[in-house]
């Protein structure tokens, strides 16, 4: 079974002509005012986001550094947010399975519910990411929304 491990780098890459031009306006300078406004995540912080999916719900609280990982989760939702706006309708369906994990470990359901379900409708073989059924499963038990 797979997982949704997409990284940001790769999301970046996938979205091809989105970044390209994103990096000639930023390399020209001319930059709006919304692409500045949006967080650029770290190599450090990338690379910690790797590991994080649906299987951890519950236990971020638990962990010692636990407000740290929320603002990093907090921004990993805004970059994901950000490629999803500027790729316009293309986008890897992994980035929504991560998004719902993101969201679904910052308990922000509703949220994760529809990036979830937003690949459940792009992914044909959804079935067999085992993180993203478990996922999916705790919200919508969230929702006691046992007939789905």
């Known amino acids: 079974m797979k997982s949704c491990g997409v990284s940001l780098t790769a999301a970046a890459r ?3 002509v989105a970044a390209a031009n994103d990096e000639e306006k930023m390399a020209s300078g001319k930059a709006t005012e919304i692409e ?7 190599a450090q912080e990338k ?3 790797v590991g994080f999916d649906s299987s951890l ?8 550094d636990g407000a740290r990982t929320k603002a990093l989760l907090l921004k990993a939702v805004s970059c994901y947010d950000s490629l999803i706006l500027k790729a316009e309708g293309k986008v890897d369906p992994d980035v929504f399975c991560q998004l719902g994990h993101f969201n679904l470990l910052l308990e922000d359901y509703p949220k994760a519910l529809s990036a979830y379900q937003r690949y459940f409708s792009l992914q044909s073989d959804y079935w067999k990411n085992a993180a993203f059924l478990y996922g ?6 969230y929702y006691n929304a046992f007939q789905w």
């Open 57 to 64: 719900f519950g236990f971020r609280g638990l962990q010692e």
């Open 136 to 141: 999916l499963g705790m919200v919508y038990f």
């Open 14 to 16: 996938s979205l091809g």
């Open 36 to 42: 500045e406004d949006f967080p650029k995540l770290t």
């Open 47 to 49: 690379e910690s986001l």
